[in-house]
């Protein structure tokens, strides 16, 4: 017989696969394959368009969606180049000056914008103090818009003139917000808005003036890119790039944090899946084995046999694909018109790629997982036609193994997953499935000794089980994966969602004060008690900076745009304090101990920046404080919770180290809504104090926490189908099996109800045992996830003692469906067939 050419192997294989599309394999590992390509696509879409939905919201928070900034003027190079990629463009100059009125002066914080500021967000301003909002906007030449604490500092109203350098202004508007200054915490002085245009009038920006330039950057995520990685490397050492990640912290853990999450449930979805692709791939090759010995002794070879079986498996794999990249498309269309009144405008689409993803997950998980049985169809031996004993020779355990494990390894790399949350979800998965099955074991084993005193049904229905333990074994822990991953994923949905709430409680501070004197000290911090249901401490700020390192210059310790060096490039905020601040938490060292003659006094670092500077115990850091230098020694590290809208600090000195120097005071507090006049007032009773608030971004955060909340629940619906998909694919693994079973039963005189009894006892057990399995999984699991991943505390979870009945009930439910050929096969025609 002449060889096959590949048109005819693959109208032979279209051929079979349309005889055996009534084949109760083919059907479950056509939807599992579906369901782990629509999962996978939905996920990449809804991930991919909801980050970018949040972005979108964060930029605002940045005026563009990036910002180049310096000490200079943004190059020729740097402006052509984002002209070039077609990229919106606006300009600003930041600088602090005297503001002069008639009532006195005040230093105050300037800002030079021309015409299309901001890209993103809006301006809002008002007519008069607490007056009705206007939104958008801007400054004309020859007006400002003000703060309203430099109104009441210098006694100005709307349509009084101020002097900016040279400049005289009007006086317009109130400025109420400023998008990018939300996540600006340090600034002491107001605002004043004016127009690019006057900027040169003033004659304040001189050579050697300390000033800030902006250039905001707007346009296709694509072209950003583009330029980001153009201007770069020719980056100034005065000059910083910043997107809506860096440029605000709180924002960026936010979608750090949601990412995490979303990709979690997506590897939970598409593992099951995979499984399900495997159990459905392993019944495809049995069943074939008669069919590749025949077509064998028709004259193929083995390598056509085995292409023929490939092409069959392909074509479902692409046919499964699409349908699934279709399927999750119309899927999160669906969930982003439920979620219209909670996103802003203008989601971007999330182009091809998700679905381009999603197709070769499928793809790859197919290849992984039924590869390794698809190979035993090509070493059929030919006799197995005549003797239906002989079976294939397996492939060695490393390459089925490797083969699993090379396509769970670029899944996770497609969902770039955090190692360390990749390493404790899998970690624990592994530790607990060899721990769990072979507890399994013992316990099936233990079994027998009931089988003489039960009843029949149950009798039947263990036998089953105790008849090959190593295959109920590994059912039991297929059944209990898929309640382990739903458990995870209600826990990923409850608990993990929920302490991230907490972290962000409704009263969270809202207002954020600063420039406290020490002389109002008391006064302003008895004011806001009687104000506020909830404030922080109110700590002393002095500004320093770190200069040196163990007499090292600290320049020489810091890498180009790294934390350290943000931090070394500018004055920090020094504090002191006696005892350790809330949500700090130490990681090294002790905290302050009597100092000794001779000895330095001591200084806690946040480990994230000793990290960065390389800092370790006992090192000896000098600050510039004032024009002074200060030497203290590095007592201890400290992990700081950066996003709960409170003073927090890089460095805490020891109590009475700076107690010499002049000093101001710092606090954050909640506001309740409907307290703006009471606000104005304690303005107006300390004027030298710098009220910002923060309620934006605390909005922010929220929307971003109520999208990732709906996103897990629409993950949840696709780990719940890939679950049932493998629970569907594990009972069609064992129908053939059961159908010969109750055939010889029901020719022995067994009824239909004895069967059906039978059964159930068998899954009910097996479901029940799965339960076991998932709530301790479960448990193993989360504390590692909790502990290496998360950065949570662990507690024990008692609902999970409801897995084992939930487990029962479905698996049961499930069993009695999936196995109900076996109830209903004739007798006669089964044992003619075997």
Known sequence: ????????????????????????????????????????????????????????????????????????????????????????HAQGVEFSSVIAGDGGIQLSSVKAVDDPYPLRGTLRSALQPLGEEHIGGGPAPGEAWVEARLLTALDLKIGDSIDVGMKSLRLSRVLTFEPDRAGDFYSLTPRVLMNLADLQATKVVQPGSRVRYLDFWSGPADALGRYGQAVKPGLAPNQRLEDARSGNRQIGGALGRAERYLNLASLAAILLAGVAVALSANRFASRRFDASALLRCLGLSRREALGLFGLQLTLIGLLASLVGALAGWLAQSALFVLLGDLLPMGVPGGGLKPALAGIATGLVALAGFALPTLAALGRVPPLRVLRRDLLPVPLASWAVYGAALLALGLIMWRLSLDLRLTLALLGGGLAASLLLGGLLLLGLRSLRRLMARSALPWRLGLGQLLRHPLAAAGQSLAFGLILLAMALIALLRGELLDSWRERLPADAPNQFVLNVLPAEKDAFEARVAALSPRHAPLYPVIPGRLVQINDEPVKARVSKDSRGERATQRDLSLTWAADLPAENRLVAGDWWSDVRPGELPGVSVESGLAENLGLALGDRLTFNIAGMTRDVRVTSLREVNWDNFQPNFFMIFQPGTLADLPTTYMTSFYLP???????????????????????????????????????????????????????????????????????????????????????????ALLGASSGVLAALGCEVVSSLLYTYAFDLHWRPHPWLLLLPVLGAALVMAAGLFGTRRALTASPLTVLREA
């Open 1 to 88: 017989m002449s060889p096959l050419s590949l048109p005819r192997l693959l109208r032979l294989a279209l051929r079979q696969l349309l005889r055996d599309a009534r084949a109760g394999e083919l059907r479950v590992l056509f939807f599992a394959l579906l369901i782990a390509v629509a999962a996978s696509t939905a996920i990449g879409y809804f991930g991919a368009r909801l980050n970018g939905a949040m972005l979108l919201r964060a930029t605002e928070f940045l005026g563009a969606d990036l910002l180049l900034s310096g000490s200079t003027p943004a190059t020729p190079e740097q402006l052509e180049r984002g002209t070039r990629l077609g990229l919106r």
């Open 673 to 763: 809504p409907g307290h703006d006049r009471e606000l104005v007032e304690l303005s107006r009773a300390f004027p030298a104090v710098t009220l910002l608030q923060v309620e934006a971004i605390l909005a922010q955060v929220r929307d971003i926490l109520a999208q990732v909340t709906l996103a897990v629940e629409f993950v949840l619906l696709f780990v719940l189908a890939a679950g049932l998909a493998v629970l569907f694919a594990g009972l069609q693994a064992t129908l053939d099996e059961r159908i010969r079973q109750g055939a010889l039963l029901r020719a022995l005189g067994a009824e239909r109800r004895l069967l059906l009894r039978a059964r159930s006892a068998e899954f």
